[in-house]
């Protein structure tokens, strides 16, 4: 069974910086895109970041580009986004998804499964 | 960015009844779409992809049709479990984006 376990979120100063992490399982990591969605309380869905199997492309939404790093480490099945310069807007529950496919190297942009989240305030 | 824009925002029916979603998307997505629902307090799931095909697992009274800037997501019957927000998302190009959503609700 697939299993993706989000953990590192809390309670962060504006200006401060954290980094997410993903613990995946049950499947083979390196060989699938992954991404990170946010979700901000009552809202709908914003992707943030994908990163192909082998880390080699890395794609950001406007909205966090230069201030987010997304990564992995497919000796440890795990995924990361690095975040620095947090905003109060950057407040969100922030999920990590599988892509559906693996092929190549490619990003196939569909999202299952996800993990439960995790979630990220910014406040002081 | 492209943006998709869903409706109705809300949608209020009975259980048995037909429910249809709409996405339109601010420019030509080619059938690169999908539906995901999301129960309160759960992370969506993937309901159907590349416009028409469902994903693992999802009944067969969830259908997807569309292509270019309109698609539908039709649930033919509706269960007490469907009652919940759906988004659909584009990867037709970066940035992925998703719809505001549509949240179904019991009558």
């Known amino acids: 069974e697939v299993q993706l376990l989000e953990s590192g979120g809390g309670l962060v100063q504006p200006g401060g910086s954290l980094r997410l992490s993903c613990a995946a399982s049950g499947f083979t990591f390196s060989s699938y895109a992954m991404s990170w969605v946010r979700q901000a309380p009552g809202k709908g869905l914003e992707w943030v970041s994908a990163i192909s199997g082998s880390g080699g492309n890395t794609q950001y939404a406007d909205s966090v580009k230069g201030r987010s790093t997304i990564s992995r480490d497919n000796s440890k099945n795990t995924l990361y986004l690095q975040m620095n310069s947090l905003r109060a807007e950057d407040t969100a529950v922030y999920y990590c998804?599988?892509?559906?496919?693996?092929?190549?190297?490619?990003?196939?942009?569909?999202?299952?499964?996800w993990g439960q989240g995790i979630l990220v305030t910014v406040s002081s | 960015e492209i943006v998709l824009t869903q409706s109705p925002a809300n949608l209020s029916l009975s259980p048995g009844e037909r429910a249809t979603l709409s996405c339109r998307a601010s420019?030509?997505?080619?059938?690169?779409l999908a539906w995901y629902q999301q129960q309160p307090g759960q992370a969506p799931r993937l309901l159907i992809y590349?416009?028409?095909n469902r994903a693992t697992g999802i009944p067969a009274r969830f259908s997807g049709s569309g292509s270019g800037t309109d698609f539908t997501l039709i649930i033919s019957s509706l269960e007490p479990e469907d009652f919940a927000v759906y988004y659909c998302?584009?990867?037709?190009?970066?940035?992925?984006?998703f719809g505001q959503g549509t949240k179904l609700q019991i009558k």
């Open positions: 998302q584009h990867r037709s190009n970066w940035p992925y984006t």
């Open positions: 420019q030509s997505v080619s059938s690169y």
């Open positions: 998804a599988k892509d559906v496919y693996s092929k190549n190297d490619r990003f196939f942009g569909w999202f299952d499964p």
């Open positions: 590349d416009a028409s």
